[in-house]
């Protein structure tokens, strides 16, 4: 995976937002995960068809970060979500 | 407790004393038990209400282990909403393949468009309405061949709904109600047709293409018709129920207070409407247009139903009773309520082993107390 990759989120996951944290919920297997307010800010420009390195451009203007910073953190979440099933690579 | 809980979900806690020494474990209970977790943790969450209630604070614990508990406890809400999300859909997409119509009846509609976010609203089942039992049937059989299985209901007269469930991943069990008449009562069975619901009715895009819900006026006399019904079986204002009333009392255009009075004169229910008015009013201190109040007033001591005697088990019975028409009518009803099958009385009581006989026992035991209690309360 790489950051011009665009991340697809599957049928069968879905999300709340739940006061500051994101549900996600895999109703494949009845799993459920939780991410805190920088996941789920990542989860949701995720969810409006953003490639991974739009998300860190759009978040480094909101968070007190660098680029490197963002750019690592996005991949290893990414990453984490991919090897759970929530999200998958777009074509 | 249940006050503070109407004040914060109303958004207005300073209007209510919180209840001294209660823990954050004893509200959120209290939450649950008027299913409204997702809402007091959604008040909770906003920033210039938290600042407003935390200094005025008098729990027995740190405010932050109060909003704490209730995020927890809204988690499962919240997973509980995607669950019934992803099988309306699934049932909306069967439904338009094997062509019936339906409408999203209660939570299973109002969530979606009337509350800000699903979750708000805590919802345990799926609630459809069909135009006739042989679609209701027809249904059915799609579910069972997907999975479901057919819960035992009563009788025809006595319950207008077929009843299905299936348990989904996670082992959470998933209910659908099929209904085919707007009210599970005789009382109110045939207040609305099945085509005027659906003409007012509204598209639900935010659940799935082709869903639809009762319009705005519908779906607040259909909630105050159910609250009527849970009362006459002792079930009492839950804070979520009166809440849907509100939420639709917020939304309602002018117009839609005099279609909403007018429609409740016209149907014979404006007592009825009126008394769930005032409750879901005086809860959470909305003030009502005395103009629409009025009207519904002066209507409703011409109805047949007393909405005074709401919670009389007694008194709904023997409505229910003479609101059939014809002598045959009469006696299956009596027949359907007093021999409940064997099946239907074991998951009622939750006693697999019991024997025909002993469970028709306990189940007259259990009336005939429920007969003096009301004596005795009188």
């Known amino acids: 995976m790489n950051l011009c990759d665009k991340l697809i989120i599957p049928a069968q996951v879905m999300a709340r937002v739940v006061g500051n944290e994101t549900v996600i919920l895999d109703l494949a297997n009845g799993t ?36 490197e910073v963002l750019q690592h953190d996005v991949l290893t979440l990414a990453q984490a979500l991919l090897e759970r099933k929530l999200v998958g690579v777009s074509d | 407790m249940r006050a503070w809980l109407a004040a914060c979900v109303a958004g207005m806690p300073a209007k209510a004393v919180f209840p001294l020494l209660t823990s954050p474990e004893q509200l959120v209970t209290a939450a649950q ?118 819960v035992k ?24 109600d099929i209904h085919w008449r707007l009210a599970n009562s005789p009382l109110f069975a045939n207040v609305f047709t099945f085509d005027e619901l659906m003409k007012d009715s509204i598209e639900l895009p935010k659940l799935a293409p082709g869903a639809r819900g009762l319009g705005i006026v519908h779906a607040f006399i259909h909630a105050c018709l159910h609250r009527a019904l849970n009362l006459s079986t002792g079930t009492n204002d839950k804070l979520k ?3 849907d009333l509100e939420v639709l009392m917020e939304l309602f255009t002018p117009e839609q207070w005099k279609r909403l009075a007018n429609l409740s004169v016209g149907k014979g229910v404006a007592g009825i409407v009126s008394d769930a008015l005032h409750v879901a009013a005086a809860t959470f201190g909305r003030e009502l247009p005395a103009q629409w109040m009025g ?16 919670s009389d088990w007694r008194y709904m019975q023997r409505k229910s009773f003479e609101s059939l028409p014809g002598f045959f009518q009469k006696i299956r ?29 306990w189940r007259s035991s259990r009336l005939m107390l429920r007969c003096l209690q009301l004596s005795r309360i009188r």
């Not at chain 2, 339906?102 to 699903?118: I, R, V």
């Not at chain 2, 009207?295 to 709401?310: K, P, Y």
Request: charged share 20%; aromatic share 10%.
């Open chain 1, 32 to 67: 459920y995960y939780g991410l805190d307010l920088v996941g789920a800010r990542v989860w949701q420009l995720i969810s409006e068809n953003n490639s991974l390195l739009q998300i860190c451009d759009e978040m480094v203007l909101e968070f007190e970060t660098t680029h």
């Open chain 2, 33 to 150: 038990a008027e299913d409204v977790v997702g809402l007091v943790n959604w008040r909770l969450q906003q920033v210039s209400f938290c600042s407003g209630i935390s200094t005025v604070w008098t729990g027995a614990a740190p405010f932050a282990e109060f909003v704490q508990a209730f995020s927890i406890a809204a988690r499962e809400e919240a997973l509980s909403s995607m669950m019934i999300e992803s099988e309306s859909r699934g049932i909306i997409r069967l439904m338009a393949k094997a062509g019936i119509p339906s409408l999203m009846l209660k939570g299973s509609a109002l969530a979606h468009w009337a509350y800000t976010q699903p979750h708000l609203r805590a919802c345990s089942d799926v609630d459809l309405l069909v135009p006739s039992r042989e679609d209701g049937e027809a249904l059915s059989a799609q579910l069972t061949a997907k999975g479901y299985e057919r």
């Open chain 2, 153 to 176: 209901t009563l009788g025809d007269l006595v319950a207008y709904e077929l009843l299905c469930h299936r348990q989904v991943a996670g082992g959470w069990n998933l209910e659908v």
């Open chain 2, 241 to 243: 129920w009166l809440y």
């Open chain 2, 295 to 310: 009207v519904m007033l002066r209507s409703q001591g011409n109805e047949t139903l007393d909405a005074r005697r709401l």
């Open chain 2, 333 to 361: 009803w009596l027949g359907q309520r007093c021999f409940l099958s064997h099946e239907y009385l074991q998951q009622l009581y939750g006693k697999k082993e019991q024997s025909y006989i002993r469970l028709l026992l």
